[in-house]
């Protein structure tokens, strides 16, 4: 199969030539393959030099294994050769293993070759319109159905723990795939606090001291004492951590207190709705997940304690929740007229 | 009715001098103070108050020579935090320790009235051993509140009064106001205390003009002067220089807040509800006036009534004031339980009832706290039983408060101390 890649050397060349690829095959494992000459051509043209190929051969074998490759990757046949390298050096092995069994599968392979070489030069020249595909387009080619293929999503998922007026808010985000790389970068969880709740900065402050939480509110002038209907919605910027417990996740967690909220005619409980955060992440170098989801930038302090500001990415992610409500209870304004209230509220617990 | 039984007579067979059990207090509170510290390092949940570290945070500020008024929640006086910053210089215990000396120069304060008022060391001692040996100041002071500050203050100014120092009971009256606003209701018990007798009791039928008019001359006495003027001026000196000093800030978070604070979150008082019902409603303002109106009868008919003896006076002025206050928490029962060991001796009770109504005291909170518990903290709708057990509890302490009154008997032997 690998026969329209490394056909052109044997075809300009006497079998001796091939031989010598084979041998070359041999010590060189995968030295033929598909990945290698892919890298040796964009990195170094020497190494195709190094077969010791005349010059326009080396040349056409150098510029022929770019095309059959783009012919790969835009042929669907080519695909997956273009693909599994792997699979490519096995079967140069189990080439180079049957060539010396007989001469009926050397003139197939020949015959195969012709063809596929003609396809090539009528190609080649299709290509050469194309004056200005970048060199990165050939290498990205194979490598972009690569990130598309393996750019696993972002699982966010926000939870609510304890019960009453004093809440803590966890959340962890769940990376698909498991890379290593994942350690160098960092997460940044900003969290909308909708006006319903509230954040003691003090308390924050106390977490961060013990080292619990790395939270800090960006928002200013709050009242912790006023009710939901005079106050504002807030802001808090979160680290997150890596989580123990699993492999490529990180998580996040701040404790919220409740407002108290308008009073209610007949219900003695209102609802407060708890939006998904923006995830922002950022790494030293440039990872394929970061390509894959980042959204926009926002600028943002490195870490708690510095004063940097770095620019963040603010990644796109898939909540496993759309939001988190939760149930705060609510005084009945029916009670204010005391006397008969006091009457239906008893007849109402009763039937509860 | 049976003799009634001190409350520290058993003490006279332990034979223990005062000195002993004042040192024994202040072991305790030391002790509770490194606990403090021992807690707040292990546990989540820490000892020291959230007010403790408003204070040492606004003291913090002072230090750097910016406002302690920058700290959220800072509603005291700027003193407070000029008096606390030592705990920035030199150890963060400083301001524990301040209090706790405070809670014991309280009760100090208390064994010499009770001294003055003619019983003996071991009876006085044992009535202070209540407040000496009493776990809620206890655990007050060494968790970092302030409010024994204030008690010292105006047991200083009760203790001041007894022995005529007229001037200094009125700068130590004066700064306990600027600290904590509730010793202003004092004024009207102390005003009647220090007038001089009525040269001649009881005209029947004078007209009430005239005898209003004989009412405010005698209020013109030299003694209420000096008390009102010395007293007027010292609050006046620290509101004004404060107020040079940090502005509008102070005077809002000192006082204002104070007087207009109309907490709609659930606490101990039984209007809570109402205002939290009413908070948006065009009636909320008349209705937290109308809230005052029976604090202001209460207190009003109790000085004419008592002013003769002017600590059961503040005892019931203050018991009177907590219990109808808009807000009630628990650290305001503080401040009429420092002066409780002084009316004990006065109230004639059956042991056995003290008992019975200090344990319906304690039911009735606990029946608030089971449903502020399940609110707070399990998030079940309970605000009608948080209401219903703050009117109990109200009820309760009406019910206190009158069988306090009606065994209150006048010491005989006491005599109406003249004031030249």
């Keep these: 199969d690998l026969a329209h890649v490394t056909a052109p050397a044997p075809l300009f060349a006497p079998p001796p030539t091939r031989r010598r690829g084979a041998g070359r095959r041999r010590s060189e494992p995968g030295g033929l393959c598909c990945s290698l000459p892919r890298r040796r051509n964009f990195r170094g043209s020497t190494a195709a030099g190094s077969r010791g190929t005349a010059g326009p051969q080396a040349r056409v074998t150098e510029s022929s294994v770019p095309v059959t490759n783009s012919v790969a990757a835009l042929s669907r046949s080519g695909v997956r050769r273009a693909q599994a390298p792997p699979s490519a050096r096995s079967s140069v092995f189990t080439r180079s293993a049957r060539a010396p069994l007989g001469s009926a599968f050397s003139s197939v392979l020949a015959a195969r070759a012709v063809g596929v070489r003609a396809v090539a030069w009528l190609l080649l020249w299709e290509v050469a319109g194309f004056t200005s595909i970048p060199a990165t387009a050939f290498s990205a080619a194979p490598t972009d159905t690569g990130i598309r293929a393996t750019c696993s999503e972002i699982i966010l998922r926000q939870e609510v723990l304890k019960d009453g007026f004093h809440r803590d808010l966890l959340i962890k985000v769940k990376f698909g795939e498991s890379l290593e790389d994942l350690q160098t970068c960092r997460l940044l969880i900003k969290q909308y606090i909708p006006s319903g709740l509230f954040v003691d900065p003090y308390e924050l402050a106390s977490l961060r001291e013990r080292n619990i939480t790395e939270a800090v509110m960006v928002s200013e002038n709050f009242n912790i004492e006023a009710p939901n209907y005079l106050s504002k919605e807030s802001e808090v910027l979160i680290y997150a951590r890596q989580d123990s417990q699993c492999i490529d996740c990180f998580q996040a967690f701040l404790p919220v207190h409740y407002r108290y909220h308008r009073p209610h005619s007949k219900d003695g409980e ?52 759309k939001n988190v409500t939760l149930q705060v209870p609510v005084g009945l304004t029916i009670h204010t007229s005391l006397g008969s209230a006091f009457r239906t509220s008893i007849f109402r617990n009763r039937s509860q | 009715m049976a003799p009634t039984k001190p409350w520290g007579e058993w003490f006279l067979g332990l034979r223990v001098p005062p000195a002993g059990v004042f040192g024994v207090a202040f072991l305790a509170r030391v002790a509770l103070v490194f606990y403090g510290v021992f807690q707040d390092r292990t ?88 407040w000496l040996l009493n776990p809620l100041p206890m655990a007050v002071s060494s968790r970092g509140n302030a409010d024994s500050m204030v008690a010292a203050l105006v047991l200083a100014t009760l203790y001041l009064l007894a022995r005529r120092q007229v001037a200094c009971a009125a700068v130590s009256y004066g700064l306990a106001v ?173 042991w056995k009832r003290a008992v019975v109504l200090l344990m319906l005291w304690f039911i009735g909170q606990a029946l608030w ?52």
């Design chain 1, 270 to 321: 209102t609802v407060i709705v708890v939006n998904n955060p923006d995830l922002l992440m950022y790494c030293d170098q440039e990872f394929p997940i970061l390509k894959c989801w980042a959204q926009s930038e926002v600028a943002a302090p490195c870490a708690l304690k510095s004063k940097d500001i770095c620019q963040w990415n603010n990644m796109k992610y898939k909540p496993v929740y």
């Design chain 2, 43 to 130: 546990l989540l949940v820490r000892y020291t108050d959230v007010d403790y570290r408003v204070f040492t945070d606004a003291a913090r500020f002072v230090t750097e020579g910016r406002s302690p008024y920058l700290r959220a929640t800072y509603r005291y006086t700027p003193l407070l935090g000029w008096l606390l910053t030592p705990n920035v210089y030199l150890c963060e215990l400083f301001g524990k320790f301040l209090f706790i000396s405070c809670d014991l120069l309280t009760a100090f304060l208390l064994y010499r009235l009770l001294l003055f008022k003619g019983l003996g060391r071991r009876r006085a001692c044992g009535y202070c051993v209540f």
């Design chain 2, 178 to 350: 600027h600290m904590k606003m509730y010793p202003v209701t004092y004024i009207l018990p102390i005003a009647l205390h220090l007038l001089p007798e009525r040269g001649d009791p009881g005209r029947p039928r004078c007209p009430f003009q005239a005898r209003l008019y004989e009412f405010l001359k005698r209020l013109c006495s030299r003694a209420v002067l000096l008390f009102v003027a010395v007293a007027g001026l010292t609050f006046s000196a620290l509101s004004f220089g404060f107020y040079q000093k940090y502005g509008w800030e102070f005077l809002e978070h000192t006082y204002l807040y104070h007087l207009t604070r109309r907490d709609i979150r659930h606490n101990f008082s039984p209007y809570f509800y109402m205002l939290y019902l009413t908070a948006e409603s065009p009636w909320s303002f008349s209705l937290g006036l109308a809230a005052f109106l029976p604090q202001f009868l209460l207190l009003s008919a109790v000085s004419f009534a008592y002013y003769r003896d002017l600590v059961f006076c503040c005892f019931l002025h203050t018991a009177i004031f907590v219990t109808f206050n808009k807000v009630c928490t628990s650290q305001y029962f503080l401040w009429y339980l420092c002066l409780l060991p002084l009316v004990m001796p006065l109230v004639r009770i059956r």
């Design chain 2, 369 to 420: 706290l089971a449903p502020a518990y399940l609110l707070e903290f399990q998030g079940k709708n309970t605000f009608l039983f948080i209401w219903l057990a703050g009117l109990f509890f109200l009820l309760i302490n009406c019910s206190i408060l009158i069988q306090i009154i009606s065994h209150y008997k006048q010491e005989p032997l006491a005599e109406r101390i003249k004031y030249d």
